[in-house]
């Protein structure tokens, strides 16, 4: 389903148009066909706004999912260094920028820890906030 462009769904439009006719009917002076353009126009406006919010959402998701799917990869990384495997390193992921905090056994890991992050797909930037020592 493409949501870059909403499906106009031609039913909910000509009932939501009919609806603001008759309301509209008993209060101004309008002809019919400008009660009609006005309520057609409403609705395009309520389907572009309900598309607009559909598509935010699935934008946030997109992303988290992203993020998610880098904090995994890292983990799994770390995971299989036989020195870094051993100290609980955080690792937080935000639009593909990751923050590493938490311990290292010395500089030298620390720096693997940063190298690690950034040969993850989507990595776009590591901010290493370990600390050496343990």
Sequence with gaps: MDLARPTRHPGLIAAASATLLLVACASDNRTVGQKIDSAIATSERTADSVADRVNKAVGTATASAADAAITTGINAELAK???????????????????????????ESRLRATRLAEGVKGVTHVENRLKTGG
């Design 81 to 107: 260094d036989p020195r870094l495997s051993l100290f609980r390193i955080d690792v937080d992921t935000s639009r593909g920028r990751v923050t590493l905090s938490g311990t290292a056994p010395d500089a």
